[in-house]
Each structure stands twice: as C-alpha cells, then as structure tokens.
C-alpha cells in the first residue's frame, strides 16, 4: 500500500487501444483513443483487540502476548482470505466471486444436477473456463474453490475407473494432492486448483461455487499486519 491516503486510485481501461494489419508496406498504423477510468479503492482496516489482566501478560509462560498475536494473525488471514474470496462492498472488500468476465473471474455455480457425477461437474466448469479465456485472452487461469468440493472430485472416477483428477507429478503417489491448502492441490483440465475455505458455500440449499480468475487481471495491496 502507499504509506498515506485513504484511498488507491486504480486506472481501468473501459475500451481497448487497436491493432490492426497494415493494408501496405509504409501504411499508416491503427490509431486509437482508449477510454480510461480510475477506479477508487478504499483502504480498509482489519484489526483486533483483547482485553487480558496485567498479570496473565506479565507472569504467563511461555509469553502470552506472543501467543495471542499468533492466534490474532492467523484470525486476519482468515478473515482476509474469506474476504478476498467472498467479500462484498458492505463488509468492506469486493471478493472475487462477486467480479465478472471483464473483472478477470469467472463464477460458476455449482447444484445437485452438476454434482451427480464428476464428468457433468468438469463438464460445468470447462463452460465458465471458456468464458473466461475468451473474454480475457489470457492462459493464466486458476480455479479457486472449496476443500469439500475437490476432495469431493478427487475421489471421484468415471466408469472405468480412470480417476477424474490426474495424480500429482512428481508426488510419488496415485492420488493428487488432495489435503494441500491455499497452495496448488493439482490440475483440472490443464489449470492449477487452489483450494479455500474463503469460498462461500451458502448459496441457497443445494449449491456452492467454483472461481475462475486470471491472476494477471486481479490486484491486492496490503501492509504489514502490526
């Protein structure tokens, strides 16, 4: 983040600078007039507090205040994956899930229908990964999505028992990695898979989501958490 202001002013790019073929040797060049916008980010805080006796942060052993910062932090980066993931302009962050295609994410829902087998699961998702790679022409796709969902597909096979997710290279092992936590758990139709439990599972009673994103597209700043 930049070390004052309330606010990070983002340029965006409302329509694209064009290139074109020239029609000839020495012919002039496509000329454009991209429209630009700023977009205005607030700056938002994330903080704590605990009230604790003097004596518990004097005398207790090991050092209470570094056990409480410990849980403080690990309670901030929850709260901030959930957010970067799910949030919305009420709570303060606007997550991934709520962008769309010209954003750099792509949403798919995911119902009972889609999960009566992994080949209509995977059939689902390929729908919204083409969405988003047409829409932002990029190869830098990554799907995010809910541990339960890909210990879900990962233990899924087709009929002849040929496993939906390929095994991890160089794991040594037959299964993917299906415990990995906002980290790379594998691939799905070439594109890596993060797993987060910052996506939210409470759409309606029968379905959660899986995000698409093009790393290139998506921005964050944050400071050192104090």
Not at 77 to 106: I, K, M, P, R, W
Not at 142 to 150: D, E, G
Request: glycine share 10%; hydrophobic share 40%.
């Amino acid at each position: 983040l930049p070390d004052s202001g309330m606010t990070v002013e983002v340029p965006r790019f409302t329509s694209a600078a064009a290139v074109e073929a020239q029609s000839a040797q020495g012919s002039a060049v496509a000329d454009s007039t991209p429209s630009v916008t700023d977009v205005t980010v607030n700056v938002r805080t994330m903080a704590g507090g605990v009230n604790v006796s003097r004596q518990t942060l004097e005398r207790a052993t090991p050092a209470f205040d570094t056990i409480m910062f410990d849980a403080l932090r690990g309670n901030y980066f929850a709260e901030l994956e959930a957010a970067v993931c799910s949030g919305t302009a009420t709570n303060g962050l606007t997550g991934v899930a709520t962008l769309g295609t010209a954003d750099g994410a792509q949403v798919v829902s995911i119902g009972t229908a889609d999960v009566a087998s992994g080949a209509a699961f995977i059939e689902k998702v390929a729908e919204g990964l083409v969405d988003l790679t047409t829409s932002v022409y990029s190869d830098d796709a990554v799907f995010v999505m809910h541990p339960r969902r890909w210990a879900w597909l990962s233990s899924r096979s087709d009929n002849d028992g040929r496993p939906y997710v390929a095994p991890v290279a160089g794991r040594g092992s037959t299964l993917p990695d299906t415990g990995a936590y906002g980290r790379k758990a594998g691939e799905l139709l070439g594109v890596p898979v993060i797993t987060s439990a910052g996506i939210s599972t409470g759409f309606g009673t029968n379905e959660d989501r899986v995000v698409l994103m093009s790393r290139g597209a998506l921005r964050a700043w944050q400071a050192a958490a104090e």
